[in-house]
């Protein structure tokens, strides 16, 4: 089993930045896909950047060039550093940690989810 903490989150005013982080304990040599999604009132859980096992990132669109996804497999944390935020960015956002290399899985391994507001 993995369990997953969160911390970072915070209120910012539109324009600001924030970084978020994930540390890993437990069993992680199982960890392997990384990301954060986030989540807003009323709308569905969303990713907002992956890596992987490799290094290769991916972003939501809405994000891009905005968020930066890292990973340190020696301190088994995953971060994401958040600039130029907006008031859009406000939500719930979750660390996910995978089992596999590049495909997220029904039994990945959550974080219980840090607040992020963003106001204009």
């Known amino acids: 089993q993995v369990q997953l903490v969160e911390s970072g989150g915070g209120l910012v005013q539109a324009g600001g930045s924030l970084r978020l982080s994930c540390v890993a304990s437990?069993?992680?040599?199982?960890?392997?896909?990384l990301g954060w999604y986030r989540q807003a009132p009323g709308n569905q859980r969303e990713l907002v950047a992956g890596?992987?096992?490799?290094?290769?990132?991916n972003y939501a669109g809405s994000v891009k060039g905005r968020f930066t996804i890292s990973r340190d497999n020696a301190k088994n944390t995953v971060s994401l550093q958040m600039n130029n935020l907006k008031v859009e960015d406000t939500a719930v956002y979750y660390c996910?940690?995978?089992?596999?290399?590049?495909?997220?899985?029904?039994?990945?391994?959550w974080g219980q989810g840090t607040q992020v507001t963003v106001s204009s």
């Open positions: 890596i992987s096992s490799f290094g290769s990132t």
């Open positions: 437990g069993r992680t040599s199982s960890i392997n896909l």
């Open positions: 996910r940690m995978g089992k596999t290399p590049t495909t997220w899985g029904p039994s990945d391994y």
